[in-house]
């Protein structure tokens, strides 16, 4: 076995040697599982697809996302990553690249070319993957990042979803069973299962069935509730890493001041700690790694409201240094509102979608990156209702506001968009085709450089909190 194949002993995540590996990297969002902030659609993936193939036609649909999967990571993007001092890459993908839901069960062997070739560019330059399942058949959670264009997980109560997400996985653990750099299998990407009855059987399902094949590589497995919750959970499995997901409220696109209130709650330091700890303690009950899968603010513009998030990420990336947690940043590449690099603002991509752009921010309808300031005439008279008419309603996962937006802003109103979106392509030719994608080509990217300064220190375990302001000023 090559050496560098990983494994879990205790606390420690190790190599064939016995010599302790912590990983630390990004994720690599929006790529081979695509999301509506990270590069501009409105909607669900697969709404969106549809929405380009009539406006494309198949060949140059083809082509588009082709050269989209190319241009979004090559090897300088590799070897970037590499120079942060990370060394790790977690890869989402989305389950249609692989399995199509008009012929289950049968394998798309095209559906690898991309992923292979990253894997390998990574390998390259000694950096771990991750193969993270982020959107399943018939959809793990109620969001839109599962490519779920309603707001139910029907994945929980269809066998045949399940029995759809077993053979994948083995047909995964077939192809990377002997690659040493090909870190473990991330089964389901933020669960909700509602009874939460299903999780546990599940993941034991889904592991005998990759153990069958590949008895090596190491399992990352979700909590519920959107990698929250673990207390449904019994003994751990075997070669496993149990992972939480930590966004901080400050961060979000609407949140407040770092140290200060948001969302009702009064955030600093010391509160992220007690965060992390209660979110890692069924791992450190059962002194198994800590595995922090996704993470981040968001940066709206504002230099004082990205110097206290910078200042946020620098104090998260403290606590779980301290506590030898192994991490993954959300993400490593988008159209600027959070990644490490992303396109330049006067980009082909960027010009071309400028007013749909505008006109999303206008309207709210990314959940990630939206405010619904320019809706609240619709947004508050329906609030309003539901206290008054349905004040013990609570629906899951997230409450009944989470539901209102999720039905008006990320679905009512992103649908209607997509008819715009795909009017901006039409009778676009091969040549502009490649054009637009090569904006998100490395080297026509803006590198974010606090924020990659802040990671090469925290990944170098060197602590970040303190020096944040140093590095804003070196940055500026």
């Not at 193969?131 to 269809?158: C, I, M, R, V």
């Not at 546990?200 to 519920?224: C, M, W």
């Amino acid at each position: 076995m090559s050496s560098a194949f990983l494994s879990v002993k205790g606390g420690q995540i190790v190599r064939a040697d016995g010599t302790p590996v912590v990983l630390r990297g990004v994720g690599l969002g929006g790529w081979m599982n695509m999301e509506n902030f990270i590069t501009g659609y409105s909607a669900n993936e697969e709404a969106m697809r549809q929405t380009l193939r009539a406006a494309l036609g198949p060949e140059k649909y083809d082509l588009f996302f082709d050269r989209f999967l190319d241009y979004f990571f090559q090897r300088e993007d590799a070897q970037f990553i590499k120079s942060l001092n990370l060394n790790l890459v977690r890869i989402p993908l989305n389950y249609r690249h692989f399995e199509d839901d008009l012929n289950p069960f049968v394998l798309k062997e095209a559906g690898f070319k991309h992923l292979d070739r990253v894997i390998e560019l990574c390998a390259e330059q000694q950096i771990y993957t991750i193969l993270d399942l982020h959107a399943l058949p018939g959809y793990q959670n109620q969001d839109w990042h599962s490519d779920n264009p309603t707001h139910k997980a029907f994945f929980w109560t269809h066998k045949h979803f399940q029995d759809r997400v077993v053979y994948l996985w083995q047909a995964f653990a077939q192809r990377y069973k002997d690659n040493p750099w090909v870190a473990g299998y991330n089964p389901i990407n933020e669960p909700f299962d509602p009874g939460e009855a299903m999780l546990e059987p599940v993941y034991r399902r889904i592991a005998a069935a990759i153990r069958e094949i590949d008895p090596h590589h190491i399992l990352f497995l979700e909590g519920n509730r959107y990698s929250k919750d673990f207390h449904m959970f019994g003994d751990p499995l075997p070669n496993a890493v149990y992972t939480n997901h930590l966004y901080a409220a400050p961060g979000f696109i609407d949140g407040g001041p770092y140290p200060g209130e948001s969302q009702g709650r009064y955030f600093d330091k010391e509160t992220l700690q007690e965060s992390f700890l209660e979110h890692s303690r069924y791992m450190i009950e059962h002194d198994i790694p800590v595995w922090v899968g996704e993470f981040g603010p968001v940066y709206v513009g504002d230099p004082v409201k990205d110097a206290m998030r910078y200042q946020l990420l620098g104090d998260q990336l403290d606590i779980f240094n301290h506590y030898a947690a192994h991490w993954a940043i959300w993400t490593y590449k988008d159209i600027g509102l959070q990644g490490i690099v992303y396109a330049h603002p006067e980009s082909p991509w960027i010009e071309r979608l400028r007013p749909f752009l505008e006109k999303k921010a206008r309207l709210g309808v990314d959940a990630w990156g939206g405010r619904e300031d320019g809706i609240r005439s619709i947004m508050q008279p329906i609030e309003e209702l539901f206290e008054r008419e349905f004040p013990g309603y609570d629906p899951k996962p997230f409450g009944v506001l989470w539901q209102a937006r999720r039905l008006v802003r990320h679905i009512l109103l992103a649908e209607a968009m997509l008819p715009e979106f795909g009017e901006l392509f039409r009778g676009v030719s091969e040549e502009e085709i490649d054009a637009l994608m090569q904006s998100f080509a490395f080297e026509n990217c803006v590198i974010r450089k606090p924020l990659a300064e802040i990671l090469r220190q925290a990944a170098g375990g060197q602590p970040v909190g303190d020096k944040v302001s140093d590095i804003l000023a070196r940055s500026a």
